[in-house]
């Protein structure tokens, strides 16, 4: 292939073989740059090691044969090349390239042609790590070997003027060796829808990197967001990335206008919040003040609304993002419902060790009621919600993955539908009190201390042990007066 010729051609699509050398011979003033919108750099050490490992086995045993690292995809457009998928292989090779080749390097001749650009804190990590481990293992055999390497590398290359179908090829393609989770998935898939505004493109990209740190974004939509939108009745399963792709790609909808995103009443989005009456004026509106505010945790949209495609996604993700973080962060609020909320799920959920199944259905369970109701009696929330859930751990001893299916779906609604529909907190008080069945507490015979007198230090006796410290009943050896306890 002739990059040369690809940057000036008028074809949509087309593709070939070329050598990694010939990618980079930049022969008529191309330039080669990874897009803003780009992940970070995430090949670690390791993966460079195998790499490296990989190579040499070619060398010594399948020299001058092609050494097929797999396909590129460009979005070529004015003689610029944009890579779209390959960028950890080509940043990798360019490396080693450097480090073999130092000041006749690639990244040394054509320090203009290459624009890769690398902001995000863990691609800087990355590639420190990468270069270090290579120059302390690694360097002689690269200097010795690497320009018949050169010679060796080929990969098949899509070049495409259309970004329209460069980011519909990304979405079937996944790096070498590392998979795409469902958010990149995402953030490609809307990205698209937004081909025509360049720098809602970028300015979404940055901020969807920023909260995406340590796939973060992966573990909001597959935990939080999706079983937050979908597990309604008795229909609560696990999702598979096939799940989170519909409904958030497939099942979000055009925008009505360009550059407008639907809103529906919410919390944050309510004309009116009560009515007046008088015998002589009758009936007023008494209607809610307008604020205008920039952080995302007040964007007046609802977990369970329906989605926009491209901007409207992007400005639904941020909020839950930062909803999120702002609940289960380090943040000492002021405020002290979400104060003391926080000291609870701290010391009862995350020091005590409590099971990872129960305490992700805790999270979803906040994130609803706060999406819901704010702040507004959270801390009470949060203890009665421990009393519905803490029935199971008090009850089982081993937490499978299945128990929290169990919880929402067995009884007879399902509390994530209770706190989407009701209208007061209180409605979602009654139905834990009506829903909890009280005997498991009352009866209950965990032993705090085994025969010996040591602690026992049981997942079970754990729990026990951090609700009567939190509660300040030390001197009490049973939980049967819990339900009194958190209406305190």
Known sequence: MNFKNESKSNNNITSGTALFKSIFTFEGGYSIKIPDYQRPYVWNAEKVETLIDDLQYHIEHNSRQAYYM???????????YEIIDGQQ?????LILDKIANNGQSILAKFSDNVQFTFNSPISKKNIVDVKNFVKDYKTDWLQNHWNNILNDLAFSVIVTNRQDDAFSFFETQNNRGVKLGSADYLKSFHLRELREEEGKQVAFAKQWDANNTNQFLNYLFNQVIWRGRTWKGSNVYYESQDDILQEFQKKTRDPEIINQVQIFPTIKNKIAHAIQYDENDGIMLDTSPIALKSHAINYPFALR???EKGIGFFLYSEKYAEMY???FGVENDKNTELAKFRNFYEYVYVQSGMSEYLKSLYRLCVVMYYDKFESKNIYKFAKYLDYYIGV????LSSIYDKTAIRILRDNKQNLLDII???FIPEQVFDFIMENTNDDVFREETIQLEKENGKLNYSVQSNYKRALLKYYDKKDQMS?????EWIKL
């Open 70 to 80: 797999g396909s590129i995809l460009f979005f070529c457009q004015n003689g610029e």
């Open 89 to 93: 292989r080509l940043t990798s090779l």
């Open 305 to 307: 609304q329906p989605i």
């Open 325 to 327: 973080n702002f609940l």
């Open 392 to 395: 199971y751990r008090v009850e």
């Open 420 to 422: 989407s529909q009701a």
């Open 479 to 483: 939980l049967k007066a819990l339900k």
